[in-house]
């Protein structure tokens, strides 16, 4: 029998439709995450080891400004989507209760899990995290260490060092690859630093920061240099007003001639970083590092190694090296540094 537009009564329409108010509420939603960043500020979100982010980590998510992210969390806020409280100086941001199964759901159609990599679909890397509940194991086991090693400092403290570290780690990760092992250097540098500043007293080894753009090239090729020249007669950091999200390729090879370091990572500034430093140093960054009296900052003016040739980097290298050298000198008089050149 032929059906007719009679037998179609708007009733049995409406009955596989949504309800007006739904779909208008839905809309909203879908509407707000129809830009590219405010999809990944939420997916940082919704991955927090302990559910939230601090709006200081979702701003290094994308070079904009930070008005521009708070308009972006404003329009996920309106839609229903997060919710916000602050703490101390930060707003922290976390999934609406009601909508972490809808954003579960999204995330999961839509954006690449750590088993998506791009090692391809269904493939791993060799240590990254499988799912919250590994991530959550793992960051536990460090702040667990961490608490041991340094005993001076609160164990509520450390945890929520190692999450925040996680975090502003992951919303730069291309691969998650290594994620897990270069949380736990990340966070024991900055507890060391914390422990550090509380202690000024207490005998303590030169300390110098590095701080350019991306901690990719420059402050890279420095830190390094100094581990060369002094290993543990100075402690050494460096770190990024925006990092990348690895060492430039050409910089790589320089820093690895140098020796093995866990540290040859890009790492945001941090102002704990900054109070436990003797001596600060730029290098084509601006006016990025917090001021603290008692601390000697210098501006290197080196070129920038992303936008050089071979010999180009070569020479920064150089200029690097005799710069590092000078400040060795007058840190630690008495190292023996090797003749130029060799």
Known sequence: ?????????????????????????????????????????????????????????????????????????????????????????????RVDPQMKDAVEALLQAFVATPQKTEHGAGGHDADAPHGLDHVERALESIANDLAHALPELEPALVTRTVQESYTSLLSRAKVRQHLIPLTRQFARQRLQDVAKARTPDRGHVPQVLFVCVQNAGRSQLAAALVRHYAGERVTVRSAGSMPATDVHDNVAPLVAELGPTADAFPKPLTDDAVRASDVVITMGCGDVCPVYPGKRYEDWRVGDPALASQDGVRAIRDDIDARVRHLLSELVPDLDLPAEGA
């Open 1 to 93: 029998m032929t059906s007719t537009a009679a037998d179609c009564s708007v009733g049995n329409i409406e009955a596989h439709s949504i309800d007006a108010a739904r779909a208008a509420q839905a809309a909203t939603i879908l509407k707000a995450l129809a830009d590219p960043l405010r999809l990944r500020m939420l997916a940082v979100i919704a991955s927090a080891p302990d559910g939230e982010v601090c709006v200081c980590d979702l701003s290094s998510l994308a070079q904009v400004s930070d008005p521009t992210v708070s308009y972006h969390l404003k329009a996920l806020r309106t839609a229903g989507l997060v919710l916000s409280h602050r703490r101390g100086t930060w707003v922290y941001y």
